[in-house]
């Protein structure tokens, strides 16, 4: 895949938050979405610790069960926090809309095997770091919605410096997910523009 001009980047980055605040609607929870755990349950998932799952690797992954109904696999170890789970329910929710059609493509859902589990490096999926990066970017438009989000930065803007410290904080996750949505949303400029 080629990199994107800015117009289709912003478009890209337009269709996902479209995307994920009619899943924040549809499943009613508030902003930001401090729980993901809510959602994938609300969605007809349910989620297993990798450690209650002998013979899986250890990565995140997810399962189409039936044509409403998913499981998601998160390594316990690497997600020990509510911020870290929170972020993996979320890249993997973006793998179930994104990449296997829940919800969006019945049809495409459909194809998906019910025995085996994927993750965002499947074959199938759009080139593996495009994937990924899409995945990142649904999860933090899910956990925090645009207009939400948008407004917390302009609380915490002085002039032209945001205190990204202080809007992590209040959003109940680490810096880093706090800048990229920032960056995102070019409300920020990122770090090599």
Not at 11 to 26: F, H, S
Not at 64 to 75: K, Q
Not at 90 to 96: A, D, E, F, M, P
Request: proline content about 5%.
């Amino acid at each position: 895949m080629s990199r994107m001009n800015e117009y289709e980047y912003v478009k890209y980055v337009n269709e996902l938050n479209k995307l994920a605040e009619d899943i924040v609607k549809i499943t009613e929870v508030e902003s930001p979405v401090t729980d993901m755990r809510v959602i994938v349950e609300k969605l007809g998932g349910k989620i297993i610790l990798n450690d209650k799952y002998p013979g899986l690797p250890s990565d995140n992954k997810v399962r189409r069960d039936g044509p409403d109904s998913f499981t998601i696999v998160i390594n316990p170890y690497d997600n020990q926090n509510d911020k870290d789970r929170n972020w993996a329910l979320g890249r993997c929710l973006g793998i179930l809309f994104l990449n296997m059609g829940y919800l969006i493509n019945p049809e495409f859902w459909n194809e998906w095997d019910t025995e085996t589990f994927y993750n965002d490096s499947n074959p199938r999926f759009n080139r593996r770091m495009y994937a990924i990066n899409m995945n990142n970017q649904f999860a933090l438009a899910l956990m925090f919605p645009k207009t939400m989000f948008t407004e917390l930065v302009k609380k915490y803007t002085d002039g032209n410096k945001v205190d990204m410290s202080t809007v992590a904080k209040e959003l109940n996750c680490s810096i880093t997910p706090a800048i990229s949505r920032a960056e995102d949303l070019r409300l920020i400029k990122r770090w090599y523009e």
